[in-house]
């Protein structure tokens, strides 16, 4: 019988980390203080995160090593496995050949936990006890909660309104780990009330629980903030998951794979799978690989945003980040993938479309859920609605493949399971999601809020 899933042993899991940093053929811009607008040097972090991870956020070195104390945690799921959508190939009539990592297989559903016990591990080994995190859907928060847990931490969660409303399992399962649990835009904050007062209806933000998160954290000693994508470190630490899928496929036979695809929204489940394929591009090694990242329609930050520096955040509290961005003011429509609503992009995955070795796709929601419903039907696994852009992004290249007779490997990055969004699922059988589209018109309005901040040209 031919292989199914494809294992690595425990003892096969990966020593350290990949920093692309080394390879890229031209210099990333650097973050701007967003007081002084000059370059932020470490000093300017050391208040909110420790100092292994400022290192991280700036090193120019190809492998990091991972720490055996994290290597321990993350053997609790690691390696992940690596399947052959055999069934999702032949419903599809495609000569080509489909792989797909699966990260629902750790304790919280998703890839997060890969970052999280890193960041958990480096704050306790700094002496700090709490931590403050915002999150979209819901998986950043959990597995942070559970990391938090493991390292005898405390985690403040400022969770956007509208997923905590979708989504009350989500808050259920995050007090479960330890974590505490605020709906955000909040009274606890400055940031919060400000929001609040100007629209009391306001669903929230990724933006906006970001400046909570943050202004959390700047006003206790005791507390550093986390991000769960967006930031060099956070994608670094993912890159197990393409290490991973590397000497899975070539221990099923495969050479490097001909397209790689993931779902966008910060890019860290993204850059920690393709990453490491990419290497062989920058070593040309791969020329011809094609990377390709799949985001929502009403949230299209690589296809309709500006390359250009902006906050991280609503408020302005963060440092200007040069990325694809929509504006810091945007606030998504409230669609279900909601771990895909971010105003703007990792400035590395931003630098690395902006160079031209990689592309980015919009797809609307309805289609997604489709090709989720399809995938569940053939592969058995139900997808969270943010991993079935990626499922529609290789069935579009497999169906390509379907036209043109190539049998390419395609591979792709299952980044988590969907049982706490049923009722996404409900309201799709049901008839009652909808499209939504970004217009020209609304990054016009957006792009006003960054007039006079700095530019890429300066």
Known sequence: ???????????????????????????????????????????????????????????????????????????????????????????????????YKWEGVSPTGSHKPNTAVAQAYYNQQEGISRIATETGAGQWGTALSFACGLFGLECQVYMVRISFDQKPYRKAIMELYGGKVQPSPSEATEAGRQILAADPDSPGSLGIAISEAVEDAASRE?????????????LLHQ??????????????????????????????????????????????????????????????TLTKGEYRYDFGDTAGMTPLMPMHTLGHNFVPAPVHSGGLRY????????????????????????????????????????????????????????????????????????????????????AYFAGDLEGHEFTGKMLDENMKALEGLPTMAG
């Open 343 to 426: 105003h703007g992009a990792a400035p590395l995955v931003s630098h690395v479309l902006q160079g031209g070795h990689m592309q980015a796709r919009a797809y609307q929601q309805l289609e997604c859920f489709e090709a989720g419903v399809q995938f569940a039907r053939t592969e058995g696994i139900a997808a969270a609605p943010e991993a079935t852009h990626v499922i529609k992004g290789a069935i579009d290249e497999a169906l390509r493949c379907k036209e043109t007779g190539d049998e390419e490997v395609i591979a792709f990055n299952l980044c988590g399971h969907g049982h706490f969004d049923m009722a996404a699922y409900a």
């Open 222 to 234: 005791d507390t550093h903030y986390a991000l769960g994508s967006v930031l060099n470190h956070v």
């Open 1 to 99: 019988m031919d292989a199914t899933k494809i294992t690595l042993d425990e003892s096969e899991l990966p020593k350290a980390w990949y920093n692309v940093q080394a390879d890229l053929p031209e210099p990333m811009p650097p973050p701007l203080h967003p007081g002084t607008r000059e370059p932020v040097g470490p000093e300017d972090l050391a208040p909110l995160f420790p100092m292994a991870l400022i290192q991280q956020e700036v090193s120019q070195e190809r492998w990091i090593e991972i720490p055996d104390e994290v290597r321990s945690v993350l053997a609790l799921w690691r390696p992940s496995p690596l399947y052959r959508a055999r069934r999702l190939e032949k419903a599809l009539g495609t000569p080509a050949r489909i792989y």
């Open 239 to 300: 890159t197990v998951i393409g290490l991973e899928a590397e000497a899975q496929l070539q221990k099923a036979g495969e050479a490097l794979p001909d397209v790689v695809v993931g779902c966008f929204g910060g890019g860290s489940n993204f850059a920690g799978f393709a990453f490491p394929f990419m290497r062989h591009r920058f070593d040309h090694d791969k020329d011809d690989l094609r990377v390709i990242a799949c985001e929502p329609a009403s949230c299209p």
